[in-house]
């Protein structure tokens, strides 16, 4: 039995094509993982066969050697929280309102909000500093704010793996670094993060572990420093580029290379 | 809470005024008596009161409270603010139900034209449902099936009514125009014993619905399946409507109406929506057949004819109001 999220031969499609095909992949436990690639790569789509969202067309998604699409979708939802892309919330919703929703695969019908709901959802509010904007509407927030109200409903959920689907689209530089540090600081405290990002040099910079994908299968895999290589990159994104250092952090960030 | 409370104490108020409006004005004090037990009454006001005025008046709320209710799950299970429980197909598969019974077969007795109206609505919600569960229940297909099955079902009733027996085609017409006028205690006593459960259920499935309001990824993230739970929601809306229209025939737009004058007082969570949105549609249609029997008196409009009046106005401020969404 291995620990965590694992695909064995994961093959995913929607319509005759398949879009993810024989895919073996272990998310390591405790780390922050980051899924880049072009787009149509396949990162959103292995994203949702991770957390139990779609169903694979073959092979297994295991978490904890237990067949996902198998499992009931509640118990799901409390080991696995997964945010989508650009969600939308219903018309005139408060941010407490939204965050307590995380709690939904915890509660039963009958069941009163308990201790432990408040506090997860207290916690929630404290790891992405929205405690100040509770009684406020989704619809009047900045981006990053409501992302990061979107991320505090998920960390309610206390779910031990967190899937982010591209999570700093559409955000400006100070809210994608917020949401990154953010990242961080939950896979410090034990959560296992897995998201799917568009810039290489974040990614470079901030994960624990980068998988290239490229038309539906693993290019590279590993630590930044050994996936962001110029052959790597050149055969997935088909851009000629240079690895530098990075003067603030010494890893590895690259560059494309002029005309 | 205080809104809801206030509507709830504006209940008894209406339904005086219910009593004592009509062909016939019955002085308050008379009312009161009547309803008592103290002092004296006219018998006739008295037989007018019980045996008509009373039990029509709290058909209406009933029905009312049970069309708000339906209208309100359905715009929550289907996303969509502008949905009633007419597009899930409850009103064409009923009026179709009705017409085969009062035209097609004219031995039959008419007592039955509330159970055959309540199966024909079920049949048509689960052909919809059916044909849209398969596509995953989004708002835009289900409309479009409603739509597709409406005018099939519509044809059907066209045909029927231009080959039928004038008669019976006029009889039929009339309870199609949705009216209180057979008001009995029996008819209310079903009724109230077929919602007072699915009302229950749904107030313990209000989190449900709260958690519909998300798009499907969302609601699937936290544990439930999104189209399985519109379906079952669409359901127990179906039952609740179809009850309703079979008691009176298909009554308009309390069903879009009251959820939103209720989601604009008390916001979108369903624990404070639902109740607030029954009070509001059980005086809606109060007020609508109060209207109806007293402005023209001794002639009655229909409430389905006076709420179809009030509500296309309303449904077009609406699609204003969302113009640019």
Request: proline content about 6%.
């Amino acid at each position: 039995m291995t620990d965590g999220l694992v695909t064995r031969d994961l093959t995913l499609g929607y319509g005759a094509k398949p879009i993810v095909t024989g895919m073996d992949l272990t998310i390591p436990p405790g780390r922050f993982t980051v899924l880049a690639g072009p787009n149509g790569s396949g990162k959103s789509t292995l994203l949702r066969a991770l957390a139990g969202t779609m169903r694979p067309r073959g092979g297994q998604v295991l978490l904890d050697g237990a067949s996902v699409p198998a499992m009931a979708a509640r118990d799901l939802a409390r080991r696995v929280g997964i945010l989508p892309q650009s969600p939308q919330a219903p018309e005139g919703m408060i941010v407490a309102d939204l965050v307590r929703m995380g709690r939904f695969p915890h509660r039963g019908l009958l069941s009163r909000w308990s201790d432990k709901d408040e506090a997860a959802v207290t916690e929630a509010f404290r790891l992405t500093r929205t405690a100040d904007l509770r009684d406020q509407p989704l619809d009047q927030l900045s981006g990053g704010q409501r992302q990061r109200a979107w991320i505090a409903m998920v960390l309610a959920q206390r779910s031990r793996i967190v899937l982010l689907d591209e999570p700093t689209t559409f955000l400006d530089l100070a809210h994608q670094i917020e949401v990154l540090h953010l990242i961080e600081d939950l896979v410090h405290a034990g959560r296992t993060v897995v998201a799917v990002l568009h810039d290489l040099n974040q990614a470079a910079r901030h994960a624990d572990h980068l998988i290239l994908l490229d038309a539906g299968r693993i290019a590279a895999e590993g630590a930044p420093a050994d996936v962001l290589t110029p052959q790597n990159v050149a055969q997935v994104f088909g851009v000629n580029v240079s690895i530098l250092q990075d003067p603030e952090t010494g890893r590895a960030m690259c560059i494309p290379k002029a005309r | 809470m205080r809104v809801t409370l206030i509507a709830a104490l504006a209940m008894p108020l209406l339904l005086l005024a219910a009593l004592g409006f009509g062909d016939r004005p019955i002085p308050l004090g008379h009312i009161l008596s009547a309803l008592t037990g103290f002092g004296e009454a006219p018998p006739d006001a008295v037989f007018i009161l019980n045996q008509l005025r009373l039990p029509r008046a709290l058909l209406a709320m009933t029905i009312g409270a049970a069309l708000a209710l339906a209208g309100a799950i359905c715009q929550a299970a289907m996303r969509n603010p502008l949905a009633e429980p007419g597009l899930i197909g409850i009103n064409g598969g009923a009026a179709l139900a009705a017409l085969v019974l009062i035209i097609g077969m004219p031995g039959v007795s008419l007592a039955w034209l509330p159970w055959a109206a309540f199966g024909g609505a079920m049949v048509m919600v689960a052909l919809i449902q059916g044909l849209a569960i398969r596509v995953g229940m989004r708002s835009q297909r289900i409309i479009l099936i409603g739509i597709g099955c409406g005018a099939l079902t519509g044809g059907i009733a066209g045909f029927l009514s231009s080959m039928g027996d004038i008669i019976l085609v006029q009889r039929s017409m009339i309870w199609m125009a949705g009216s209180l006028q057979d008001s009995r205690w029996e008819k209310l006593w079903i009724l109230l014993m077929w919602m007072t459960p699915a009302m229950i259920l749904l107030m313990l499935l209000a989190p449900v619905l709260d958690l519909l309001g998300f798009e499907d990824p969302v609601v699937r993230g936290l544990g439930v399946s999104a189209p399985w739970s519109r379906a079952g929601m669409l359901a127990l809306c179906a039952l609740i409507a179809a009850a309703a229209v079979a008691a009176t025939g298909p009554i308009g737009f309390v069903g879009l109406i009251a959820p939103h004058i209720a989601r604009h007082l008390v916001g979108a969570g369903h624990r404070r929506l639902l109740p607030l949105s029954a009070l509001m549609g059980a005086g809606l249609l109060l007020l609508a057949d109060t209207v109806g029997r007293s402005i023209i008196a001794p002639a009655q409009i229909p409430a389905g004819i006076l709420t179809a009046l009030l509500g296309a106005p309303f449904f077009g401020w609406l699609m204003w109001r969302h113009r640019n969404d």
